[in-house]
T-cell receptor
Framework: SQTIHQWPATLVQPVGSPLSLECTVE??????LYWYRQAAGRGLQLLFY??????ISSEVPQNLSASRPQDRQFILSSKKLLLSDSGFYLC??????????????????????FGPGTRLTVL | AQKITQTQPGMFVQEKEAVTLDCTYD???????LFWYKQPSSGEMIFLIY??????QNATEGRYSLNFQKARKSANLVISASQLGDSAMYFC?????????????FGQGTRLTINP
């Protein structure tokens, strides 16, 4: 079965410090990978997504960046954190569109499966 | 641009009662997918149920069912026989596909509280 890991689980960082959040997926190959941010009491905002190694698409211009150095590894980074970067960061994976499709009535190859998240507080 | 609207910021329900969480969507696409996720206080997003736009039958998954009304562009989640463990945030989402990636657009969520 597939599992997705994120670390660290919580992080407290001063303004202006760098950031590196890591996400890894096990049990699947060539997944699509996603980074979301959730502000307190709000919905999820898509930050970045990747359809392959080195392929990153950015949804929201900001001081964050993402990289995918390996097939099942997705990293969220910042050179200098802002107060507004505080939030809950979630990584997700899905089957790559166009891959072998095994759809059924209960799910879809479009379904995204989320990791446990990283709670970031910038002080 | 696609949009998801969840009009109920909070819901309070007695244990064992059924509850309906509302979700309306707006899209010009003919092919789309709708999802519901549960987010307990731990923060993890748990996939509950999926409905494809071409599916003729409403999706069901255990105590969860999706009341899909395509003409009204609504995809309400129904939880039967609610349990205390159902207390959580619930998010409706819609898939949009772009450049090989399946992007999800989320609503603002509904906080469901089950009272004993």
């Amino acid at each position: 079965s597939q599992t997705i890991h994120q670390w660290p689980a919580t992080l407290v960082q001063p303004v202006g410090s760098p950031l590196s959040l890591e996400c890894t997926v096990e049990g699947t190959s060539n997944p699509n990978l996603y980074w979301y941010r959730q502000a307190a009491g709000r919905g999820l905002q898509l930050l970045f997504y990747s359809v392959g190694i080195g392929q990153i698409s950015s949804e929201v211009p900001q001081n964050l960046s993402a990289s995918r150095p390996q097939d099942r590894q997705f990293i969220l980074s910042s050179k200098k954190l802002l107060l507004s970067d505080s939030g809950f960061y979630l990584c997700a994976w899905s089957v790559r569109w166009g891959a072998l499709r095994q759809t059924n009535a209960r799910t879809s190859t479009d379904t995204q499966y989320f990791g446990p998240g990283t709670r970031l507080t910038v002080l | 641009a696609q949009k998801i609207t969840q009009t109920q910021p909070g819901m309070f329900v007695q244990e064992k009662e059924a509850v309906t969480l509302d979700c309306t969507y707006d899209t010009s696409d003919q092919s789309y997918g709708l999802f519901w996720y549960k987010q307990p206080s731990s923060g993890e997003m748990i996939f509950l149920i999926y409905q494809g736009s071409y599916d003729e039958q409403n999706a069901t998954e255990g105590r969860y069912s999706l009341n899909f009304q395509k003409a009204r562009k609504s995809a309400n989640l129904v939880i039967s026989a609610s349990q205390l463990g159902d207390s959580a945030m619930y998010f409706c989402a819609m898939r949009e596909r772009e450049q090989g990636a399946q992007k999800l657009v989320f609503g603002q969520g509904t906080r469901l509280t089950i009272n004993p």
